[in-house]
């Protein structure tokens, strides 16, 4: 009996971590100037991602632009550029890979045709969003399912209409 209460907290604990429908994983750092993200950072062999983030790590979210507001309490902004940009990601819904593309910083001007996660630091923590490319057309990536994996977290106020 006295061990049944710690095994249901790692039970628990266990269920947690594993009901992120969706997450990013990010590969190793690129080579200085390239893009190309084609494959899955896992299958081409490198080390497993030391950064994985779920929807569990977004403080809110926006039911419009699917940007994403990282919970500073899991991962600071200032570690990005270390631990995120110029890296590979891999967008895993449902424990599916659906794509794969380069993280750059928002103020970045190269042009990507693939699609890319796009962060940008705010003074409410990071802002990420997971776009079909970077130029003026951009829309967000998967927009169905990355809405449907998100339902569960608050989302962030709408802008209030003009009249």
């Known amino acids: 009996m006295k061990y049944?209460?710690?095994?249901?907290?790692?039970?628990?604990?266990?269920?947690?971590?594993?009901?992120?429908?969706?997450?990013?994983?990010?590969?190793?750092?690129?080579?200085k100037e390239a893009l190309n993200c084609q494959q899955d950072p896992l299958v081409l062999g490198q080390k497993p991602p030391k950064l994985v983030l779920g929807e569990s790590d977004v403080l809110t979210w926006s039911t419009e632009t699917l940007q994403m507001v990282i919970d500073p309490k899991r991962f600071k902004a200032s570690k990005a550029d270390k631990e995120m940009i110029n890296r590979c990601f891999g967008l895993y819904i449902d424990g599916v890979l659906l794509t794969t593309g380069p993280v750059v910083?928002?103020?970045?001007?190269?042009?990507?045709?693939?699609?890319?996660?796009?962060?940008?630091?705010?003074?409410?923590?990071?802002?990420?969003?997971?776009?079909?490319?970077?130029?003026?057309?951009?829309?967000?990536?998967?927009l169905g399912r990355m809405y449907s994996a998100l339902s569960t977290r608050p989302m962030i106020a709408p802008p209030p209409i003009e009249q």
């Open 105 to 142: 910083w928002s103020k970045d001007t190269r042009t990507i045709s693939q699609p890319v996660v796009v962060a940008q630091d705010a003074k409410e923590g990071l802002l990420l969003r997971v776009l079909n490319s970077n130029h003026a057309m951009a829309r967000p990536y998967a």
């Open 4 to 31: 049944l209460a710690p095994l249901c907290l790692l039970l628990l604990l266990a269920s947690q971590a594993q009901a992120d429908r969706l997450q990013l994983r990010f590969g190793s750092p690129l080579p």
